[in-house]
């Protein structure tokens, strides 16, 4: 595939990037895992915007079976999975040494952990999907408590838990993956009006409007959007003007643009497009989608082609166009993330357990064809900068 050319915008953005590379020193990511495995809980480690070298993982919290992290707007506090009968666990982060201090957890007693976490803009509400038990659960984020009040962050107790399974709906076609609801994520919307659920067994996405104050979930006036059937409506996130939302099918490798109605939260179907090469026939499930800062670039994984997807968006009229194929550097990228700097991209390479670095070359959008460097971490499955 030949370069794109190369534009003033282009070229503003790669001068862009190189400045936030050299004037802003190593970047810190987060790594949640499975633990069982000679995992201990959440590592911690720092890229180098330079050069991409990862540096050697470090314990920042033990902790059963941290899968999904999410960090605080404010960037104080990292928000974990928790396994056991707790929801969710909050720590408090030192932004010098990593390490995380435990504060609080909110508790279900339902046995089963959650498998996604998503926070607020207001930083008052945590929603956490459940995939086991197709439901949803809201909690409040409390000021003071444990930590100084200027902090804030403890854990409430949850408010409301909403279960899909008594709905009412049909399940989608596929008979062991969507034999019941499947709640998979919430993506909040840039205007902190609306969370969408993904609810993989159902194959429909949720639109429910946000009570930040209170903590809570209701339904919005366009309720839910039907997928096509045996998608599997897994992860999502918003364009940057946040006109989009982007939706990637785990169960049919595909990446869905949708127009996002600010009033009454409906989506609009704009474009589906295949993760997978045309001559790709093997088992396959998709996992991630994230969009590059500066908009223009996305990007999702594979399990099973074992790589990252890169399209082009163009933002305004919503369509995808297929850039090319990255290989993820190891087995199973369950998860994936963009520096906020734009120049790296990291695996979370679960079967192979490895952290890959990519440089993102700057015209085309593309991760490097290897990586940039590798290192080792039990069952890793989610992977986040701190800043």
């Known amino acids: 595939m030949s ?5 003033n915008d282009d070229a503003a953005a790669r001068s862009a990037t190189a400045t936030l590379r050299q004037t802003k020193g190593p970047a810190r990511l987060y790594v949640g895992t499975y633990t069982g495995s000679g995992s201990e809980g959440i590592y911690t480690l720092q890229i180098d915007r330079l050069s991409g070298a990862l540096a050697v993982p470090e314990v920042a919290a033990k902790t059963a079976n941290p899968t999904w992290l999410i960090v605080s707007p404010d960037k104080r506090r990292l928000y974990a999975v928790s396994g056991g009968d707790a929801a969710a666990a909050a720590y408090a982060v030192d932004r010098v040494s990593g390490r995380l201090t435990p504060a609080s957890e909110a508790y279900l007693g339902d046995g089963k952990p959650p498998c996604h976490l998503a926070i607020d803009a207001t930083a008052q509400l945590l929603i956490a999907s459940h995939y086991h038990h197709g ?11 444990n930590w100084p009040a200027s902090h804030g962050g403890t854990l409430g107790s949850p408010t409301r838990v909403i279960e899909h399974s008594r709905l009412g709906h049909p399940t989608g076609p ?37 009570d930040s104050e ?16 045996g998608a599997g409506p897994r992860h999502a996130t918003f364009s940057r003007d946040g006109r989009l939302l982007l939706v990637v099918g785990e169960l049919d490798s595909t990446l869905t643009t949708y127009t996002y109605n600010s009033e009454t939260a409906a989506l609009t179907l704009v474009d589906t ?5 045309a001559n790709f026939s093997g088992e396959n499930t998709a996992a991630e989608v994230r969009i590059h800062p500066n908009g223009r670039w996305v990007y999702a994984s594979n399990r099973g082609h074992d790589s990252i997807a890169t399209f082009a968006l163009d933002d305004t009229r919503g369509q995808l166009r297929l850039l090319g194929h990255t290989p993820s550097g190891g087995r ?7 520096c906020p700097c734009g120049g790296w991209l990291v695996t979370a390479n679960q079967e192979s357990n490895t952290l890959c670095a990519f440089a993102i070359d700057q015209t085309t959008g593309l991760p490097s064809s290897t990586p940039t460097s590798t290192v080792t971490v039990p069952k890793p499955v989610c992977v986040v900068f701190s800043e």
């Open 174 to 210: 596929h008979p062991t993956r969507q034999d019941a609801p499947h709640v998979h994520s919430a993506t909040i919307s840039p205007d902190n009006r609306y969370a969408y659920i993904c609810d993989l067994g159902l194959d429909r996405i949720y639109a429910y409007a946000l």
């Open 3 to 7: 370069p794109q050319k190369l534009t």
């Open 214 to 229: 209170h903590a809570t979930l209701s339904p919005a006036p366009s309720f839910y959007t039907a997928t096509r059937p």
């Open 332 to 338: 199973s990228p369950r998860h994936f993330a963009i």
């Open 273 to 277: 497009q295949s993760l997978l090469p």
């Open 135 to 145: 439901t949803v659960t809201t909690i409040p984020i409390q000021a003071g408590g």
